[in-house]
Every structure is written in structure tokens, then in C-alpha cells.
């Protein structure tokens, strides 16, 4: 990148909210040589934070994000209760759990039946005009309907537990705030075999487009790396509370059951001179070596087993695509997070069962006692980080977030190198290929202030440079 | 407020939806206005909270006669009235919300309702950090609520 590259992609102006740009850098014989995914979005909590008191942080950090706010309050509330040095109750663990359990259904129901379903039922070369949820309402209007009601679900449960849908309240150090009635458990319990049903039709749906686009589907984006999840102490998947797992890229285990805590000592990032989203790497083997990926399909390939009946049979299904060794085709993400879906609404079912779930003993107290704390969870896109650290009387001096799509940055921009490569030739560039680089950021469903969640058409810009940065087009959406 | 009053015997099935963020200073005023009339539990009308109109309150939306959204806009003066008719497929939405006439659209679509749907669009003028309204918006509400309860009469 020499300096005009850099005036021109970090223009103050290209600072708005949801906006992905993307320069594609093609050789002589116009074939696309390199690429790099750029966020030009900054946030600044980091920054802000400091000077609050420790205890806020729970409250404030919720704010980062509209689509995961309980995993930002699961992942604060527990670095302050290391620093407390306190627990939360049984029951106050309970109703964090399945409260993350919601925002993961909520989440995950509108990455596979609002943004990508009209891709898998439409076509990626049909008319983008009707490739949308209005063209979806119109064609599959019980699917819609049903997509709906399972991110409805997902909201429920946190708005019957906190009175909120998003942005919730509640989670607190040491528990929750606010208990669950009978009367809302029950309603909840009520949804359950409807969500469970609407999830296996959306798993029907993608191993039908698995099975009818066999080639498409396994070289989309299909490379390499290492994986990071959370995973409980038998190495099944663990959303909510567990320790982490690093696999190789051929599936071997390189460091498990490490205390969050410690990340530090396994991820360090490095800022590139394109984008304000970092790269994170895995410190041990370097940034020039491997990267890693985290969310649904990281999650699957680290996790030795499911911990509820159905997902487990599908999580089988899902381990042989390709045996002995991890699912590296990117767009395999649908597939894992569909089943993180089944094996959320299962795993909701077991605890609103547990007689504890509306048991008034939501909370423990405490006082700090140490001036530094972690906490992580497993987010619908990815592990998540926040390291606090005070000073004697709470006030925060240092505020690390590692947020998943951070972590995934570097995969993204390979995935966007990897589809270009295949459909992109020559500074033209047609609909039914910009639609696929953009699908390829979305399988990650990476949240830059929910760029890509716009509703059939995420704001892009693409730009074509050749090898000396010269710009030969630009094509822009949005 | 007259107007209520009269209101609560003639109303069927009206839904009020108060859309924005009270974190944001003037983006509150539609659900402090809402939250007003849910105050004086009106017969037949039902009021939501909502940050932003999303697609969850579809669903509900396609139970009642009418339904009012009330939102602050930074365009116009005081309040705008206005009937929601259907956008065209490529107008654009996002996830997060949708705009009335997308609303408008997906109900028809999905339920087969065409919806009687109004919109009434308060002008802000603070949209920064803060939980109060502006003065400007403040001196409003009380009318903004005497037009509304005589908007839902009328209607």
C-alpha cells in the first residue's frame, strides 16, 4: 500500500457506520493477486471506559452490540466477579445460561433465515431485486414465518427473564438481578417444540443445498487454519461457561482446557496499515504462519461431542464431512451454527425443566478484592474477551475487548482473496460475483456496528487496483 | 385529556408503538409519548416499547384494526401524520429495523394483512447522549398526545 492507497481508504469521510470496503489488487494478466476486507468503523469503548467504575461495566458494554449484548454482559459480569472474587448462584447461572441461549438463537435465526436463506432458495446469480426476505415472504412465506417466530423465541426468553428484548439488564457480579416466574417458564417451555421443529427445517434446507451444490459448497472459500472455542471439561460444546480449546489445522489438539484468563498468553493481535480491525494471531506459531477462526464452525470442529441427543446425531453428520479432521470449507459456517441452534433450544429445554430456574436466589455479593479480571463467553460469532484492569478504589485504567469478528478479521480477508480468485476476472465485475464475496463475509456474519446485516444488500464498495495501485474500477451497493 | 376519554369507549384493537432509544436524548420521545398513553390504560388499545421497528412485532401487529408508530425524525416541524403505504421490493431495509413501509409490505406479504397503518413522526432536535428530551420536544409532547388520542378517535 503506498501513501495515495492509504489517503484514499482512510478518508475520515468513509468513517460511517456499516460500511465494508474491500480493494481487490489484480497482476498484469488481470487476475486478482491479493485483497484486503477494510472497517473503517471506530468505536472507541476501549477508551471511554476508563474512568468508569469496574461494577458498570456490565451495563455499559451491552451497548457495543444490538445482536450480542448478553454475551458483552456474561463475559463483564465474569471478569468482575474475578475480581470479587465471588460466584454467581446456581440459579443466577442458570438464567445467564439461558439467557445466552436466547441471543444465540436470536442471532443465529436471523443470520440463516433473513440474510442468507434467499441465497440458498433463490439462487446466487438470480435477480438480486427479489433475492431478499420480501422475495422469501412472497415465495416461502411459512419459512419466513417461521424464521421469525424462532428470533422472536430467542428474544422472549431474555424479555419474560429481564422485560427487555435487547440491550438487557440484569446480569450483574455474582448473578442476576431479576428472577424467573412460573408463569414465564412455563410460557417459555411452550415455544420449545416449535423451535426445534423450525431449526430441522433449516438444517434439511442447507444439506439439501449441500447435496445440490456439492462442488460450489466445498470449494466456497475453502483453506486452512487453525480453530479456537470453549469447550466443558469432556470437550463439549460450551457456550456460556468452559475452557478454551486450540486445534491445528489437521485437527490435533495444541492447547486445551486453558483458563480464559490466560489468554494473553496465547493471542496477540497486530494492527495492519488497512483497516482499524486488527489481527489477531495465535502467539505461539506467529502471524506469518497460520491464522485461526472462531464462531459455529470453529466451535464444531474443536468440540469432541454435543451435550443434547439431537445435536449430537446431527453434530455426527456434521464431523464426517470430513473425518479425523476439521471442516475448513467456509461456508460450512451455516451448517454449525444450525446445529448450535438445535443444540441451544435443547439445551433451554433441560433448564427451563430444573425446578431451580425460578428459585429466588439469583444473587451473591462481594467487594473487590483484586485489581484485574477476564471474562469470556463464547458470542454467536466467536470467543469473546474482557480484561479489565482498576485501580485500589475500581476505577478502570485498561480496558481489553477481543471481539470475535476481530479475531475472525484475518479468515475474512482470506475468504474474500479465495472467492475473488474463483469468480473474479478482470476489473468487471457481475452481480452474481459480488454477491458471493459478499457472502463469503457473511458466512463469517461478522459484526462491524451489523454491516452486514443489511437485508439483501450489505453496503459495499469494491475497489480494483493493479499491482501499482492504480485504481481501474469501482463498483459500489448500498 | 378529553379526547381519551371519549377514546376508551369507541377504540377497538389499536396498537401503539413508541419506536426509539430514550438513551438518546430527543430519539426517546416515541416511546416516553407511548409510554404516556399506556399510562391511562385505555380500552383497546395496547401500546409497545420498542427501540427500533423490527420484524418480531409483525406478528403482533397483524392482530389489531390500526396500528400508530410514533418515532422522532429529523426532518419536518413539530408532529407529521402520515398513512404507510407498500414499498417497492428493492427499497432498502436492515435487520435491525425496518422501515414503516417495508412493515407495510412484509405483513401483506407473510400474513395477507394489508395493515391501516399511520405514522407519527415527531421532530427532534437532540439526538446525543442523554435521557432527557430537549425543551423543544418537551413543549410538545402534551400536544403530541392530545393530537394522538384524537387522531385514534378519528380514526
Known amino acids: 500500500m503506498d501513501k495515495q492507497d492509504k489517503t484514499i481508504l482512510i478518508s475520515p469521510v468513509t468513517r460511517i457506520e456499516g460500511h465494508a470496503k474491500i480493494t481487490l489488487i489484480l497482476d498484469d494478466a488481470g487476475k486478482v493477486k491479493d485483497a484486503q476486507f477494510h472497517v473503517n468503523e471506530f468505536r472507541g469503548f476501549e477508551k471511554f471506559c476508563e474512568g468508569r467504575l469496574f461494577t458498570e461495566m456490565p451495563t455499559i458494554t451491552p451497548r457495543i452490540c444490538g445482536i450480542c449484548p448478553v454475551s ?142 456439492k462442488h460450489e459448497v466445498e470449494t466456497f472459500a475453502n483453506f486452512e487454519s487453525m480453530y479456537l472455542g470453549t469447550v466443558g471439561p469432556g470437550g463439549e460444546l460450551e457456550l456460556y461457561d468452559g475452557k478454551l480449546r486450540f486445534i491445528n489445522s489437521d485437527g490435533s489438539i495444541v492447547d486445551d482446557q486453558i483458563d480464559p484468563k490466560n489468554y494473553l498468553d496465547y493471542i496477540a493481535e497486530r494492527s495492519i496499515n488497512w483497516s482499524y480491525l486488527k489481527y489477531p494471531y495465535y502467539k505461539k506459531f506467529g502471524y506469518e504462519k497460520v491464522f485461526y477462526r472462531v464462531g459455529p464452525l470453529a466451535r464444531l470442529n474443536v468440540a469432541t461431542k454435543m451435550k443434547t441427543p439431537q445435536a449430537q446425531k446431527e453434530f455426527l453428520n456434521f464431523k464426517a464431512i470430513s473425518p479425523g479432521k476439521p471442516v475448513h470449507g467456509t461456508f460450512y459456517y451455516h451448517y454449525a451454527r444450525l446445529i448450535e441452534m438445535l443444540s441451544c433450544v435443547e439445551e433451554a429445554e433441560v433448564i427451563l425443566q430444573d425446578e431451580k430456574v425460578t428459585s429466588l436466589n439469583t444473587q451473591t455479593f462481594g467487594n473487590q478484592n483484586q485489581t484485574e479480571g477476564v471474562g469470556s463467553s463464547e458470542a454467536p460469532r466467536g470467543t469473546l474477551f474482557h480484561h479489565y484492569i482498576t485501580d485500589e478504589g475500581g476505577k478502570l485504567t485498561k480496558v481489553n475487548l477481543l471481539i470475535a469478528t476481530g479475531q475472525n478479521n484475518p479468515a475474512m480477508n482470506r475468504s474474500v482473496l479465495e472467492v475473488a480468485k474463483q469468480y473474479v476476472n478482470g476489473k468487471d465485475i457481475k452481480e452474481g460475483a459480488l454477491n458471493r464475496v459478499e457472502a463469503a463475509i457473511r458466512c463469517y456474519d461478522p459484526c462491524l456496528s451489523c454491516s452486514t446485516h443489511a437485508i439483501g444488500a450489505m453496503p459495499l464498495l469494491i475497489e480494483m487496483r493493479n499491482m501499482n495501485g492504480v485504481l481501474l474500477n469501482v463498483i459500489q451497493r448500498g | 385529556m378529553a379526547f381519551c376519554s371519549m377514546l376508551s369507549k369507541e377504540a377497538d384493537k389499536f396498537l401503539v408503538i413508541g419506536i426509539g432509544n430514550p438513551l438518546r436524548a430527543d430519539d426517546g420521545v416515541g416511546p416516553y409519548i407511548a409510554n404516556a398513553i399506556k399510562n391511562k390504560q385505555i380500552p383497546g388499545v395496547n401500546v409497545v416499547l420498542s427501540h427500533q421497528l423490527d420484524i418480531e412485532l409483525l406478528e403482533e401487529a397483524g392482530k389489531y384494526a390500526k396500528i400508530l408508530l410514533i418515532d422522532a425524525s429529523f426532518l419536518g416541524e413539530g408532529l407529521v401524520f402520515r398513512k404507510v403505504q407498500a414499498a417497492s421490493t428493492e427499497q432498502g431495509s436492515s435487520s435491525h429495523h425496518l422501515t414503516p413501509e417495508f412493515f407495510w409490505t412484509l405483513a401483506q406479504k407473510l400474513y395477507h394483512k394489508e395493515l391501516s397503518l399511520y405514522v407519527c413522526a415527531v421532530r427532534g432536535r437532540n439526538f446525543e447522549m442523554g435521557e432527557k428530551l430537549s425543551p423543544e420536544v418537551k413543549l410538545l409532547v402534551p400536544k403530541a398526545l392530545d393530537e394522538i388520542c384524537a387522531f385514534l378517535r378519528e380514526k
Request: charged share 25%.
Open chain 1, 72 to 213: 458483552h454482559s456474561v463475559s463483564s459480569a465474569k471478569a468482575c466477579e474475578m475480581m470479587m472474587g465471588i460466584t454467581p448462584t446456581y440459579t443466577g447461572n442458570l438464567l445467564r445460561r439461558l439467557i445466552h441461549i436466547g441471543q444465540t438463537v436470536s442471532s443465529h435465526a436471523l443470520s440463516f433465515f433473513h440474510l442468507s436463506s434467499p441465497d440458498f432458495l433463490f439462487g446466487w446469480d438470480s435477480d438480486p431485486k427479489s433475492r431478499n426476505i420480501i422475495g422469501v415472504a412472497e415465495k416461502f412465506p411459512d419459512l419466513a414465518k417461521r424464521g421469525i417466530r424462532l428470533r422472536k423465541f430467542g428474544q422472549e426468553i431474555s424479555e419474560r427473564i429481564t422485560g427487555k428484548k435487547i440491550h438487557i439488564m440484569g446480569i450483574v457480579p455474582g448473578g442476576m438481578s431479576y428472577p424467573m416466574t412460573v408463569e414465564n417458564r412455563k410460557a417459555l417451555l411452550a415455544w420449545i417444540p416449535e423451535a426445534i421443529e423450525t431449526t430441522k427445517i433449516g438444517i434439511d434446507l442447507i444439506k439439501k443445498y449441500h447435496d445440490e451444490h
